[in-house]
């Protein structure tokens, strides 16, 4: 009987206190700090899909164009376009619906500026950061040509679009 008891004591001495989860509702789980506790809902899914998430924008490229048929000066141009072979065509197309025969680009141009500078005997077309830089380019071209009465004839610029 002795040893009944001994063996009983001695279960009591290392038994531990089972504890429950915290008695949260289904759908939540226990949360606590120094001197608090409380309960908070369950994640619903994966990380991706919960809250917002900040995307990074990008800058989508425009090109923009201009073409001219020199022999009747019907011209067109583009803008808007996303890449530089699609901006040419766009232009030459316009050209052509404009009676041109032999429309061809004389300044295509990325993110920035196209101008058109006329004379008395030519046409030139050049690009640049800004209007006012493309038009010095083309009016430089021009005078350099010893082209007479030299004139801005047409400028047309584009951005990026930010996605």
Not at 110 to 133: E, H, L, R, W, Y
């Amino acid at each position: 009987m002795m040893k009944r008891l001994a063996l009983l004591v001695l279960s009591f001495l290392f038994a531990h206190v089972a504890h429950a989860e915290g008695g949260c509702p289904p759908g939540q789980y226990p949360q606590q700090g120094n001197g608090w506790q409380s309960c908070v809902p369950m994640p619903q899914g994966p990380p991706e899909t919960q809250g917002h998430q900040f995307v990074t924008p990008y800058y989508e490229a425009r090109w923009a164009s201009l073409a001219v048929d020199s022999t009747n000066g019907a011209f067109g141009s583009s803008g808007e376009s996303k890449t530089e072979g699609e901006a040419q065509k766009s232009a030459e197309a316009e050209c052509a619906s404009k009676g041109g025969r032999t429309c061809h680009a004389i300044a295509t141009s990325k993110n920035s500026c196209v101008t058109m500078v006329a004379s008395d005997t030519a046409i030139f077309g050049d690009g640049g950061p800004t209007q006012k830089a493309a038009e010095e380019k083309a009016m430089k071209n021009c005078t350099a040509s010893n082209s007479t009465n030299c004139y801005v004839y047409f400028s047309k610029c584009v951005e990026p679009v930010i996605r």
